[in-house]
């Protein structure tokens, strides 16, 4: 090569990332205030931010695609999907020939063929089978997901992260921010979440709209609409039938199930008097479909990746906190600031400690709880997580518990699989939610204690 | 606001090295819910539970022993299934008994509002276990899972209680066979 084909490379890797330089490097009108311009920002995009996408659908392929061009070269993406027919009219990342592929995968690929220096990695796989460790790399998590319970998975995840001071304030070098875009039709919302800063999944668990459901008897007596027809077999009749044997449930992705259940639809349409029970229908019925538009998914990631984009850089301050879009008549957007609920099962949960001695018994942390100033307690009930499984450790209210775990309290702690630092769950009538407490253990000698 | 690049720069250089022990896995804001939930139940002398396996709190039964009513005397045992998305969504709640019920049909489905259209995160189970109880004292014909139970309730009240009582006891109504359920 050449010195002038070297120079010509260089030139266009200069002119290639020239807009984003003139935000990183020079100040404005619009800057946050306590923006100090320096070309060291974008070499932070480039080298140092590592990123990950939660999902690699019609959202996902937006900020992969987005924020890839953006800068950012350290990008994980995690999906347990496959590719779908249906997926390719706004899944732009996606081919005909990888139908049936990784969505993850085929992303990745098709990113990193396409943008040179791009270093995206792929995660075939649950959010679930990712551990503490795996989420604690990254600087920013960006998530388009289609479900309530990950995005309350993931967010409990991130609040889990969370480290807090002695003084009981919050190590922000353990806060790892969360931006979360969600489509339906026109709509869709981008939203910033700062775990135990601003308000969190949970806090705003309530502005999910509730699934649509009907009234158990319209559906078994008086169907008047073709989606009860179907309702009736997804409720009923799959259970009482249970056409694939009773350990198969109703899967709205396979088509035969699909066919079987708007066999059964019609049937029932027909003996109501009820018309226009279609495969479509059924579909949408069963798996709550409705049906994504490729525009609304690129202007709500587009507002995620801009809100990554600061997060990483600083140079302008952040949606506070909240925007919904709706494109449905006209376009019409809003920003609110979505409050943190002080009672928050996820964020609001800041651990408290409990001191005790290493050879006391359930009775004495019960009594503690009960006795100390701190808690003052009126009938704790106490359960733990040890390897990853629930165990009740002593309940009083519900008798049958209470009978079972009653010679727990005799037991030892340590007997019980627990040891300092370990965390207990404490439900009691004197506090909103169940809190968490740490035991710390007395003497420091026998700390590093059998698990 | 958060200076992610001043704050992380240093930190995610050492990782890899992830903190010494790891943490412990944190239990579901569904699991931390239901503990809350059920350590405040308070249950009504006609109602217990059982829970086949103490630790999970997730699955459960509820037995209810109505004392006055179409139903006195019986005992009637309702699953609880309570899933991760609770209390966003409601448990599922079937009745394990086969019962005459204008509410309740054969299969177990129990048609409560709470237990569907009506659900809301602030309902507990509590709620719903008063939701069941009341169904046992007033059986409502308006809105009926079991048709020919709840025609009958109407048209012919003391037919309807000699039927209850024949299910009770174990026998036939109509085609249908139920198992004795008398404490």
Same mark, same amino acid.
């Given at each position: 090569?050449?010195?002038?084909?070297?120079?010509?490379?260089?030139?266009?890797?200069?002119?290639?990332?020239?807009?984003?330089?003139?935000?990183?490097?020079?100040?404005?009108?619009?800057?946050?205030?306590?923006?100090?311009?320096?070309?060291?920002?974008?070499?932070?995009?480039?080298?140092?931010?590592?990123?990950?996408?939660?999902?690699?659908?019609?959202?996902?392929?937006?900020?992969?695609?987005?924020?890839?061009?953006?800068?950012?070269?350290?990008?994980?993406?995690?999906?347990?999907?496959?590719?779908?027919?249906?997926?390719?009219?706004?899944?732009?990342?996606?081919?005909?020939?990888?139908?049936?592929?990784?969505?993850?995968?085929?992303?990745?690929?098709?990113?990193?063929?396409?943008?040179?220096?791009?270093?995206?990695?792929?995660?075939?796989?649950?959010?679930?089978?990712?551990?503490?460790?795996?989420?604690?790399?990254?600087?920013?998590?960006?998530?388009?997901?289609?479900?309530?319970?990950?995005?309350?998975?993931?967010?409990?995840?991130?609040?889990?992260?969370?480290?807090?001071?002695?003084?009981?304030?919050?190590?922000?070098?353990?806060?790892?921010?969360?931006?979360?875009?969600?489509?339906?039709?026109?709509?869709?919302?981008?939203?910033?979440?700062?775990?135990?800063?601003?308000?969190?999944?949970?806090?705003?668990?309530?502005?999910?709209?509730?699934?649509?459901?009907?009234?158990?008897?319209?559906?078994?007596?008086?169907?008047?609409?073709?989606?009860?027809?179907?309702?009736?077999?997804?409720?009923?009749?799959?259970?009482?039938?249970?056409?694939?044997?009773?350990?198969?449930?109703?899967?709205?992705?396979?088509?035969?199930?699909?066919?079987?259940?708007?066999?059964?639809?019609?049937?029932?349409?027909?003996?109501?008097?009820?018309?226009?029970?279609?495969?479509?229908?059924?579909?949408?019925?069963?798996?709550?479909?409705?049906?994504?538009?490729?525009?609304?998914?690129?202007?709500?990631?587009?507002?995620?990746?801009?809100?990554?984009?600061?997060?990483?850089?600083?140079?302008?301050?952040?949606?506070?906190?909240?925007?919904?879009?709706?494109?449905?008549?006209?376009?019409?957007?809003?920003?609110?600031?979505?409050?943190?609920?002080?009672?928050?099962?996820?964020?609001?949960?800041?651990?408290?400690?409990?001191?005790?001695?290493?050879?006391?018994?359930?009775?004495?942390?019960?009594?503690?709880?009960?006795?100390?100033?701190?808690?003052?307690?009126?009938?704790?009930?106490?359960?733990?997580?040890?390897?990853?499984?629930?165990?009740?450790?002593?309940?009083?209210?519900?008798?049958?518990?209470?009978?079972?775990?009653?010679?727990?309290?005799?037991?030892?702690?340590?007997?019980?699989?627990?040891?300092?630092?370990?965390?207990?769950?404490?439900?009691?009538?004197?506090?909103?939610?169940?809190?968490?407490?740490?035991?710390?253990?007395?003497?420091?000698?026998?700390?590093?204690?059998?698990? | 606001?958060?200076? *992610?690049?001043?704050? !992380?720069?240093?930190?995610?250089?050492? =990782? $890899?090295?992830? &903190?010494? /022990?790891?943490?412990?896995?944190?239990?579901?804001?569904?699991?931390?819910?239901?503990?809350?939930?059920?350590?405040?139940?308070?249950?009504?002398?006609?109602?217990?539970?059982?829970?086949?396996?103490?630790?999970? *709190?997730?699955?459960? !039964?509820?037995?209810?022993?109505?004392? =006055? $009513?179409?139903? &006195?005397? /019986?005992?009637?045992?309702?699953?609880?299934?309570?899933?991760?998305?609770?209390?966003?969504?409601?448990?599922?709640?079937?009745?394990?008994?086969?019962?005459?019920?204008?509410?309740?049909?054969?299969?177990?489905?129990?048609?409560?509002?709470?237990?569907?259209?009506?659900?809301?995160?602030?309902?507990?189970?509590?709620?719903?276990?008063?939701?069941?109880?009341?169904?046992?004292?007033?059986?409502?014909?308006?809105?009926?899972?079991?048709?020919?139970?709840?025609?009958?309730?109407?048209?012919?009240?003391?037919?309807?209680?000699?039927?209850?009582?024949?299910?009770?006891?174990?026998?036939?109504?109509?085609?249908?066979?139920?198992?004795?359920?008398?404490?």
């Amino acid at each position: 090569m050449t010195s002038g084909e070297t120079q010509t490379v260089n030139d266009y890797q200069q002119r290639k990332w020239q807009h984003i330089r003139k935000l990183l490097e020079r100040s404005g009108p619009f800057c946050h205030p306590d923006f100090e311009p320096s070309p060291e920002i974008l070499d932070f995009v480039m080298s140092c931010c590592k990123v990950l996408i939660v999902g690699a659908g019609g959202l996902g392929c937006e900020l992969l695609k987005d924020l890839a061009l953006m800068g950012f070269k350290t990008i994980h993406v995690i999906d347990m999907d496959t590719i779908e027919l249906s997926n390719l009219n706004r899944q732009f990342l996606f081919r005909k020939t990888d139908i049936g592929l990784s969505k993850a995968k085929c992303a990745v690929e098709f990113v990193n063929k396409r943008i040179p220096g791009c270093k995206a990695v792929a995660h075939h796989c649950t959010i679930q089978d990712m551990d503490e460790g795996f989420y604690r790399q990254f600087h920013i998590v960006v998530c388009g997901l289609d479900s309530i319970v990950a995005r309350r998975w993931l967010n409990g995840m991130l609040m889990s992260l969370l480290q807090y001071n002695d003084d009981r304030s919050l190590d922000q070098s353990s806060v790892i921010p969360l931006v979360d875009g969600g489509t339906e039709g026109f709509k869709g919302n981008a939203r910033l979440i700062l775990p135990g800063m601003s308000a969190c999944i949970e806090c705003t668990l309530d502005l999910y709209p509730p699934q649509k459901t009907f009234p158990l008897c319209t559906i078994a007596n008086t169907p008047r609409l073709p989606e009860h027809c179907v309702e009736y077999v997804k409720v009923i009749q799959w259970a009482k039938e249970n056409p694939w044997g009773a350990s198969t449930p109703l899967d709205g992705d396979d088509p035969q199930h699909v066919a079987w259940v708007l066999e059964k639809a019609q049937e029932r349409a027909i003996k109501h008097g009820i018309t226009n029970v279609t495969y479509r229908l059924t579909q949408g019925v069963l798996k709550n479909i409705i049906p994504a538009v490729a525009s609304t998914n690129a202007a709500i990631a587009a507002a995620c990746a801009t809100e990554v984009f600061k997060l990483a850089t600083s140079c302008c301050t952040n949606i506070n906190n909240y925007m919904v879009l709706n494109m449905s008549e006209g376009v019409y957007s809003y920003t609110f600031n979505a409050e943190r609920r002080p009672d928050c099962v996820a964020c609001s949960n800041t651990t408290r400690v409990l001191e005790l001695e290493s050879d006391a018994t359930l009775q004495t942390i019960y009594d503690k709880l009960c006795e100390d100033q701190a808690f003052l307690m009126k009938s704790p009930g106490i359960t733990t997580v040890i390897n990853g499984r629930n165990k009740t450790l002593y309940m009083s209210s519900v008798k049958s518990i209470e009978e079972r775990t009653r010679d727990n309290l005799k037991k030892k702690i340590t007997e019980l699989g627990l040891y300092n630092g370990a965390e207990i769950l404490v439900a009691d009538i004197t506090t909103p939610n169940t809190i968490t407490i740490k035991l710390k253990f007395d003497e420091n000698i026998d700390v590093d204690m059998t698990r | 606001m958060i200076k *992610l690049f001043s704050l !992380k720069q240093q930190k995610k250089d050492e =990782e $890899g090295t992830a &903190r010494a /022990g790891g943490s412990q896995k944190k239990a579901s804001a569904a699991q931390l819910r239901i503990t809350k939930d059920l350590n405040e139940l308070n249950l009504p002398k006609t109602c217990s539970t059982e829970f086949p396996d103490p630790d999970d *709190l997730l699955n459960f !039964k509820l037995i209810i022993c109505p004392d =006055e $009513g179409f139903y &006195r005397g /019986g005992r009637f045992v309702f699953s609880f299934k309570v899933g991760p998305n609770y209390p966003h969504e409601p448990p599922k709640v079937k009745c394990e008994t086969a019962v005459y019920h204008p509410n309740i049909d054969l299969d177990g489905n129990v048609c409560l509002n709470i237990l569907r259209e009506d659900w809301k995160p602030v309902l507990t189970v509590n709620s719903i276990v008063y939701g069941l109880q009341y169904l046992f004292l007033e059986p409502n014909p308006e809105d009926p899972l079991n048709k020919e139970a709840a025609d009958e309730l109407q048209s012919n009240r003391r037919l309807f209680e000699q039927h209850v009582q024949r299910a009770m006891r174990g026998g036939y109504v109509g085609s249908s066979y139920f198992e004795r359920c008398l404490k």
